[in-house]
C-alpha cells in the first residue's frame, strides 16, 4: 500500500487505481491510516490534491451555510437562507434550531422545515437529526458560546462535559417525523464521534441510532454524510472511517479538527486525516465542519473541497477559519472562510470559481437532470462513478424541480441522434453518461475532445472498458473532431462553456 500512495502522489493514474481499489473495498482502513503516518506533509498535500482532480474525486471548492440557531426567528431563518441560495451556495441545516424557532411561533418544525426548503433552490443538507426527527437540546447547549474552540485544543469532549445532553422526551413527544424530515431534505449528516477511541461519547447519538437515520435516508433517496474526528490522527481517525464507511457506508464525509484534535502535530494530522477520507469516501466529497485556521489552510492543500460555515450564533459561524481566542458564537464565518480560500486558491480552481457558486451548481443541476438518477453515483462507469454525492443531491434541489421539464434526458438525445460516429466536446460525467446511451442505441464510434489532456485520456481509456462502441481521443482539437464526426454535441458540464463551445463550432448544446 505505502509504495501504491508514493506512486499516487506523482501520478494521477496510480491514483485513479487507488481509488478504484476503494471503491472495490480492497483498502484495509487501519493499514491506510498507518501507510500514510509515512508520507511527509509535501507528499499528503501532493496525494490529496490528485485525489481531488476529476474523476477521482470532487474538484469544486465550496461553502456549505448554516442559516439557522435557536435564538433566531423564522424570519430570520428564511432570509438568511435566501440570502445564501443568492449565492449559489448550499443549506446546511441544524435540525434543533429550526425546531426550536418553529416551536416559539407556534408552528410545527417541519412546516419552518418545508417553507425553508421551498423559499431555495439550492440543495439543503440537514444535520442534528434522529431517531424521531430533529434532536432536541436544553438552552445551555442551543446557546453554547463555542468555549471548547474558544479555548483550543486539546479536550476529549465538551469542556463543561454536557454536549449532546439530549431532551429525549421532547424528541419522542414528534412522532416519528424522521421521514418526513429526510423525505424534504437533499441529505442528512450524522455523526460518528462516540465510535471507539474518538473519546466523544457524550458528543454523538449512538451508532445504531445514526444507522436507522441512514437507511431511512436510503429509502427516500437522500444522500448521506458523517462528521468524524481527526482524534489522536492514527487509531481514533481509523475508528471514525470504519464506522462511517465501513458501518454506515455514507457518501461524504465531514472532517472536524479544531479542540477535537488531540494529535502531538496537529496540521500534519489533519492532513492526513483529509487525504485518509478522500481515499475512502465513495461519494468523492470531503469536507471539514470545524478546522481553526490553519488546519483549513492545510486541509485545502491536501484535498479537502468545501468548509462548513454560518452566520452569527449559528455554531459553524466560528468552527472554522478562526484561531483560539477569536472564535467566538457571533463570528460570521463565510466571509472569514470565503478570504482563506481565495487566499490558498486564488479565484479559480480549474475551471470553476473560489468557492463554487450559482455557475458551478446549475450546470450540475442540468447536468444530472439529463443523465438521470439511473445513471448517476454510485452508478459507475469502469468502477468510477458518475457523479458525485453533489450529483444526487442536485436532483432534490428547488432548481431541479424549475428545470425539470427544459432538459431532455440522454435516452431522448440518444434516440435523435443520427450516423455511426459521434463527437462529444467536453469529457466530463454528461459525456460518459451519454456516451452509454450513445452505445445502447448501436452508435458504432464516439470521438472525445476536451482542453484538459488527462480528463480526455482518461475519459478514453474507462469508456472503452465500459462499451461495446470504439471510443477515441481527439486532443482537444474541437474543429477536427466535428470534421470527423457525423454528429457533434456538446458535453461541457459548465452553462457558459457550453453556449460557447456550441456557438464556435455548431455542436448542439445537450444541457
Request: charged share 30%; glycine share 10%.
Amino acid at each position: 500500500m505505502l509504495d501504491l500512495l508514493r506512486e499516487a502522489c506523482e501520478s494521477l493514474d496510480a491514483a485513479l487505481e487507488l481509488k478504484r481499489m476503494a471503491y472495490e473495498g480492497k483498502i484495509d482502513v487501519d493499514e491506510l491510516v498507518t501507510d500514510l503516518c509515512e508520507l511527509s506533509d509535501r507528499e499528503l498535500e501532493a496525494l490529496g490534491d490528485n485525489l481531488r482532480t476529476f474523476p477521482i474525486g470532487c474538484d469544486l471548492i465550496e461553502i456549505a451555510v448554516g442559516p439557522c440557531a435557536s435564538d433566531y426567528s423564522p424570519d430570520t431563518i428564511l432570509a438568511n437562507a435566501e440570502l445564501t441560495d443568492r449565492m449559489g451556495m448550499c443549506l446546511h441545516v441544524c435540525a434543533y434550531a429550526v425546531a426550536d424557532a418553529a416551536e416559539r411561533e407556534g408552528m410545527r418544525p417541519i412546516e419552518l422545515f418545508r417553507r425553508l426548503v421551498n423559499s431555495v433552490r439550492v440543495p439543503v443538507d440537514v444535520d442534528h437529526i434522529g431517531a424521531n426527527g430533529p434532536m432536541r437540546f436544553p438552552k445551555d447547549i442551543t446557546a453554547c458560546e463555542g468555549t471548547c474552540y474558544l479555548q483550543g485544543p486539546p479536550f476529549k469532549e465538551c469542556p463543561r462535559g454536557r454536549i449532546h445532553r439530549r431532551l429525549l422526551d421532547k424528541e419522542r413527544e414528534q412522532e416519528e417525523e424522521l421521514r418526513e424530515w429526510l423525505e424534504v431534505a437533499s441529505s442528512v449528516c450524522v455523526n460518528v464521534t462516540g465510535e471507539g477511541g474518538q473519546d466523544a461519547e457524550g458528543h454523538a447519538a449512538p451508532l445504531e441510532e445514526m444507522r436507522e437515520v441512514v437507511e431511512t435516508a436510503r429509502e427516500v433517496g437522500a444522500g448521506t454524510g458523517a462528521i468524524l474526528h481527526v482524534g489522536d490522527g492514527e487509531d481514533d481517525l481509523a475508528d471514525g472511517l470504519r464506522a462511517a464507511i465501513e458501518e454506515l457506508e455514507v457518501d461524504y464525509l465531514a472532517i472536524e479538527g479544531g479542540p477535537f484534535n488531540r494529535a502531538d502535530d496537529r496540521l500534519t494530522a489533519f492532513r492526513r486525516a483529509v487525504v485518509a477520507a478522500r481515499i475512502l469516501v465513495p461519494g468523492k466529497v470531503v469536507i471539514t465542519n470545524g478546522a481553526y485556521e490553519d488546519e483549513l489552510v492545510a486541509g485545502l492543500q491536501a484535498g479537502l473541497n468545501g468548509a462548513l460555515s454560518g452566520f452569527p450564533k449559528n455554531h459553524h459561524g466560528y468552527m472554522v477559519g478562526y484561531e483560539p481566542g477569536t472564535a467566538r458564537r457571533g463570528n460570521f464565518g463565510l466571509p472569514k472562510v470565503f478570504a482563506i480560500m481565495r487566499r490558498v486558491f486564488g479565484r479559480r480552481y480549474g475551471q470553476t470559481s473560489v468557492p463554487a457558486g450559482w455557475e458551478e451548481l446549475d450546470g450540475i443541476v442540468r447536468a444530472s437532470l439529463m443523465l438521470g438518477e439511473e445513471l448517476l453515483y454510485p452508478n459507475d462507469v469502469a468502477g468510477i462513478p458518475i457523479g458525485d454525492a453533489h450529483w444526487v443531491a442536485a436532483l432534490r434541489s428547488g432548481r431541479a424541480r424549475e428545470l425539470e421539464s427544459e432538459v431532455r434526458s440522454v435516452e431522448e438525445i440518444a434516440r435523435e441522434v443520427e450516423g455511426e460516429t459521434v463527437a462529444l466536446l467536453g469529457g466530463r460525467f454528461p459525456a460518459w453518461g451519454l456516451a452509454k446511451a450513445l452505445d445502447e442505441a448501436g452508435v458504432s464510434e464516439i470521438l472525445i475532445s476536451d482542453p484538459d489532456a488527462w480528463v480526455e485520456r482518461v475519459t478514453v481509456r474507462l469508456l472503452n472498458e465500459e462499451l461495446d462502441a470504439t471510443v477515441h481521443g481527439m486532443m482537444g482539437d474541437d474543429k477536427r473532431a466535428v470534421e470527423e464526426a457525423d454528429e457533434a454535441l456538446v458535453t461541457a458540464v459548465m452553462p457558459g462553456v457550453a453556449r460557447a463551445l456550441a456557438e464556435k463550432t455548431g455542436a448542439k448544446p445537450v444541457c
